[in-house]
């Protein structure tokens, strides 16, 4: 059978104002079985209220959504069988133990039996706290206060999650982790709505949407993000000895060199987007040359959705 | 087709379970909190109890006899022998009460007409005016007890046709008045107590789980409303009970309080009492949805009429009409006139069914509140 692709979360025209503030605005996008789905933006650009809506928590002044064949408006009750939801504030009953947090959430979802165990059990491993059931909550460190979360989010085996900024707070090393649970649950058909400032964790969403000021402003593949909104060929520039004094004499030579789309500093690196015919070996540094600047330290990169984030909230 | 039904309605059991399992678990690893919640019955009753019965055992009474028949003075009599009240002075003139008032020198004063033993000896109602100081509300209010007794005791000895009134209580308290004070007490005890700890914990639990972020993932979960709030009410009403066969066991044992009605029908009325209360401390919670401006809403809107409004006190009676009216509207004053007519008069639930009802009306316009506040303000 031809697969065609199973849509699991569809937003049309959604709508939230708080007053005469427009927190989302026209928002249309849909998401897939088993896709991971991230939804990028600053502080205030309406994440956690879209999340909200979608989870049937908040009504939308306008526009429609359904989240597993729910709508949300309509059958709120129905949206919350279906799906789990780690919010961006909440992280478990602190005073509560491992075991009694879980224990929790299996009753809220009414899970009985066998089969409550059984998914206690995986939630357990799955948190790698199997020999930890009795730890309070509030001992944990923050990478497996999350991982426990995101288990007691997954005991009814919703096919639709939400996370609110999951990651927030959490070191590097625990973030990686968190996110080889999310890869596999996508890879099993659990379809992933991920929210997050972090432009690394973007880069493993299948596709991303950027939200600027309530509006959903782009969406599409990483890949395909930076082929729209940075095109050219990046370069990057270092001084060598110069420091801060070099980046900024560099950034002075780019400011209205022809060719040039565009450049930020990277450290005390500037990274530069081009045309293609700047592009080539020597030609950037021979121009800086011209305007004072020696470096022969310019070697190709790649674009990050940093960048594009960059592009998207200059325009 | 009943078997869906059945299913949602063992789920529905099962969330509301787990609820008042976790709400139980929180109280688990706070026991400084039940701690309180049991002490305070015990300090209040022995506070009130020892204080109040001592303090009133010395009232300064002033007779006025404008009669002077036999009549009269077996009256005043009656008053002083009982040992609750101190002659101090006796007058023939109504005009000498007020400088002793005034002075501090006395705080009651009986004053018989002078057509009292006529009124008597015709088979009218005699009366005797009762003066009391009311600026000691406290001293006033158990003096006016120890007086009705008195006088009634004398009516009901004296006239065939008294009032309705069984003489067993009458002798008892003549003989020993210091029981008086915490048979009176007793029942405004276990409101307050009830108040003070059960609907002040009610009203923090919903408010910190709004604070902590949990009650935005409670609602991402299927726990419906009504779920929510009964499961969170369970384990206050547990407690609450508990308080108030731990002032039951102490004022009977310690205190030798009478327990003349149905044991059951008390825990009934103050189960009734206890879901009102608790109820509104949850509204109160839904509404703030701050720890700290919910516990101050609820020492106002239910320390304060529990204390002040219930009869409990200061006698409803003697109250202006408008807080007459707001205590009306509350349930602290139903309870303790339940109380007081179960324990103290042996009354059946007849006799309890108005307040019965007026408090579980509370309940359910609480309840309605509650559940709409929470729909409205998801999220
Ligand atoms: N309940 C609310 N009432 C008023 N304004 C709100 C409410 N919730 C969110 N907002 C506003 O909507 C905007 C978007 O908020 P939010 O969705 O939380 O942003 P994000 O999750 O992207 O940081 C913010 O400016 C916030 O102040
Ligand atoms: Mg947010």
Same mark, same amino acid.
């Given at each position: 059978m031809p697969s065609e692709p199973e849509t699991v979360v569809d937003v049309r025209g959604l709508t939230r104002r708080f007053g005469a503030f427009? &927190?989302?605005?026209d928002v249309s996008f849909s998401v897939t079985r088993g896709e991971i789905f991230g939804y990028l933006g600053a502080n205030g650009a309406g994440k956690s209220t879209t999340i909200r809506m979608l989870c049937g928590l908040l009504a939308p002044t306008d526009g429609r959504a359904t989240v597993a064949g729910a +709508?949300?408006?309509?059958e709120p009750g129905r949206v919350k069988r279906s799906i789990g939801y780690m919010s961006?504030?909440?992280?478990?009953?602190? +005073? @509560?133990?491992v075991a009694e947090n879980l224990d929790f959430y299996a009753s809220a979802y009414a899970l009985s039996g066998r089969l409550r165990a059984a998914r206690m059990d995986e939630a357990l491993e799955l948190a790698g706290l199997a020999d930890r059931? +009795?730890? @309070?909550?509030?001992? @944990?460190p923050g990478g497996l206060r999350q991982r426990l979360a995101l288990a007691s989010a997954l005991l009814h085996r919703p096919p639709v999650l939400f996370l609110d900024e999951?990651?927030?707070?959490? +070191?590097p090393l625990a973030r990686r982790a968190f996110w080889r649970v999310i890869r596999e649950l996508a890879r099993g058909g659990t379809t992933l709505f991920v929210t997050t400032h972090h432009l690394d964790e973007a880069e493993l969403c299948h596709r991303v949407g950027m939200m600027v000021d309530g509006r959903l402003v782009a969406l599409d593949t990483p890949a395909g993000l930076k082929a729209t909104h940075v095109p050219g060929t990046m370069l990057s520039v270092g001084t060598g000895a110069g420091g801060e004094a070099g980046t900024r004499a560099v950034m002075a030579a780019l &400011?209205?060199?022809?060719g040039v789309h565009g450049w930020q500093p990277f450290g005390l690196r500037v990274h530069v987007r081009v045309d293609p015919e700047l592009a080539g070996p020597g030609r950037l540094a021979a121009r800086l040359a011209e305007r004072g600047v020696a470096t022969a330290d310019v070697e190709a990169t790649e674009a990050g959705l940093e960048d594009v984030f960059l592009a998207l909230v200059r325009r | 087709m009943s078997a869906p039904v059945l299913a949602r309605f063992s789920g529905a059991v099962r969330r509301t379970r787990a609820i008042a399992l976790k709400e139980f678990r929180h109280m688990a690893r706070d026991p400084q909190v039940v701690l309180l919640a049991l002490a305070m019955p015990l300090v209040l009753i022995l506070v009130f109890g020892y204080g109040v019965s001592f303090d009133v055992e010395r009232v300064p009474l002033v007779v006025v006899d404008r009669d002077r028949t036999a009549e009269s003075r077996a009256l005043a009599r009656a008053f002083t022998a009982?040992?609750?009240?101190?002659?101090?002075a006796v007058s023939d003139? !109504?005009?000498?009460?007020e400088p002793l008032f005034r002075g501090g020198h006395a705080k009651v004063a009986l004053v018989i007409p002078p057509d009292f033993q006529r009124a008597q000896g015709r088979g009218d109602t005699a009366t005797a005016q009762l003066l009391v100081d009311g600026t000691d509300n406290a001293t006033a209010t158990i003096a006016l007890g120890y007086a009705e007794t008195i006088g009634l005791t004398l009516t009901q000895r004296d006239l065939p046709?008294? *009032?309705?009134?069984? $003489?067993r209580a009458e002798v008892r308290t003549l003989f020993n008045p210091a029981l008086r004070s915490a048979v009176f007490i007793v029942p405004g005890l276990i409101v307050l107590v009830l108040v003070i700890v059960s609907v002040m914990l009610t009203a923090l639990t919903v408010a910190r789980e709004y604070e902590r972020g949990s009650m935005e993932q409670l609602f991402a979960t299927p726990v419906g409303r009504v779920e929510l709030i009964l499961g969170k009410l369970m384990p206050y009403f547990v407690l609450g009970l508990m308080q108030v066969l731990l002032v039951l066991v102490v004022g009977v044992?310690?205190? !030798?309080?009478?327990?003349?009605?149905s044991v059951a029908l008390i825990f009934v009325s103050a189960s009734v009492f206890l879901l009102a209360e608790l109820a509104f401390g949850l509204v109160i919670s839904i509404v703030t949805r701050s720890q700290m401006v919910a516990a101050q809403v609820a020492a106002i809107s239910t320390f304060l009429p529990a204390l002040? $409004?219930?009869?409990? $006190? *200061?006698?409803?009676? /003697? #109250?202006?009409p408008p807080l007459r009216v707001v205590s009306s509207l509350l349930p602290p004053r139903y309870l303790v006139h339940a109380l007081r007519a179960i #324990?103290?008069?042996? /009354?059946?639930?007849e006799s309890v069914l108005p307040d019965l009802a007026a408090m579980g009306a509370f309940f359910i316009v609480m309840m309605v509140i509650a559940t709409r506040k929470f729909r409205r303000t998801v999220a």
């Open positions: 427009v &927190a989302v605005n +709508d949300i408006a309509r961006q504030k909440f992280s478990l009953y602190a +005073d @509560l133990t059931r +009795d730890a @309070l909550t509030r001992e @944990l999951p990651t927030a707070g959490v +070191d &400011a209205g060199m022809p | 009982a040992g609750t009240f101190d002659l101090v003139d !109504e005009a000498a009460v046709r008294g *009032f309705d009134v069984p $003489l044992y310690l205190f !030798e309080v009478p327990l003349r009605g002040i $409004l219930s009869d409990f $006190l *200061f006698p409803i009676d /003697n #109250m202006p #324990m103290l008069r042996g /009354n059946g639930v």
